[in-house]
């Protein structure tokens, strides 16, 4: 998830924007090698560059889509795998490739408010441990600012470099803690809801079941990592379909358009969760570094100055 200052919008809807250029030449009747061809010629990202250029030497789109995306961030890297095996399934399966693309486009889009509000979520934590890490620091210009030598005492006394080697060992630890804890409360899941809506978009193509399943597999096994949990969901829905006796593909795109939602929640839980246990490293850690290197220099140069004083 990358959002510059938390100003920037998340690359992902970038994709989704490229998808939906995609969907709308497509619509009009633009060949697919013509398609990328235009959006390649004013295009900023060097994937949309490199995808058009094998699409002109007669590339298969989905291939030059994972080859391409293989140097872009991992969240972004997985809605261009993502948008290789929608054009892969549709174009297998039969589908109608612009309506499909513009549906994933949809998918992204969500994906990326998703981003865009777990960002929002954990700015307030992240700024919470950045700022309570400067407070040691803050404690020894406090005590210079009153007058004593506190830089002097934790460099040039044993009682001084004591508290100094303590309370960098303990900084350390903080910081590593906090950022282990942001790291576990940041969603693995990047792309939730993709593998059901490939799905979706192979039983739009009119086959069989079992064909959809082996797209979706192959799909799967070319561009998508970590979906099996959602190819159990798509088979809890297909049962549900083949039972009331209605279309699939309607079904799988709700569902999977529940579990973005239920990934948009969990994130922000597990944001607002993360702002209480930040505090556990601050009292552990932080603090008792603060009081070593801030607050304990300062005592120590004023019982110094004042014995120094009275001989």
Not at 20 to 31: H, I, K, T
Request: proline content about 5%.
């Amino acid at each position: 998830m990358k959002a510059s200052k938390g100003k920037a919008p998340p690359e992902i809807e970038a994709v989704a924007a490229v998808t939906e250029r995609l969907a709308v030449l497509l619509a009009a009747g633009v060949p697919p090698v013509s398609a990328w061809g235009y959006l390649g010629e004013t295009a900023s990202s060097g994937v949309v560059r490199q995808v058009a250029d094998a699409a002109a030497r007669g590339e298969a789109v989905p291939r030059a889509l994972a080859a391409a995306a293989a140097a872009s961030p991992p969240d972004v890297a997985d809605a261009w795998r993502g948008l290789a095996a929608a054009w892969f399934v549709a174009t297998e399966s039969g589908a109608p490739l612009a309506q499909s693309l513009r549906a994933l486009a949809g998918s992204f889009r969500s994906l990326g408010q998703t981003q865009r509000d777990l960002a929002v979520a954990l700015a307030g934590p992240a700024a919470t441990a950045r700022m309570v890490m400067a407070l040691p620091v803050v404690g020894v210009l406090f005590g210079m600012g009153l007058g004593f030598n506190t830089l002097r005492t934790l460099f040039t006394t044993l009682p001084g470099l004591a508290c100094l080697g303590a309370g960098a060992l303990l900084m350390v630890a903080g910081i590593r803690w906090n950022r282990r804890m942001i790291r576990a409360a940041t969603p693995k899941d990047r792309t939730p809801g993709l593998a059901i809506d490939l799905m979706a978009v192979a039983m739009s193509g009119g086959g069989s079941i079992e064909r959809a399943r082996m797209l979706l597999a192959k799909a799967r096994g070319r561009f998508l990592t970590g979906t099996a949990a959602e190819s159990r969901m798509v088979d809890d829905v297909l049962r549900l379909a083949q039972r009331a006796g209605v279309p699939a593909a309607q079904l799988l795109r709700s569902e999977a358009a529940a579990r973005r939602r239920n990934a948009r929640s969990e994130g922000q839980r597990s944001a607002a969760s993360l702002a209480v246990r930040l505090m556990i490293p601050l009292g552990i850690c932080v603090l008792p570094a603060f009081m070593l290197v801030g607050v304990a220099p300062l005592l120590l140069a004023i019982v110094t100055s004042t014995f120094s004083t009275l001989t």
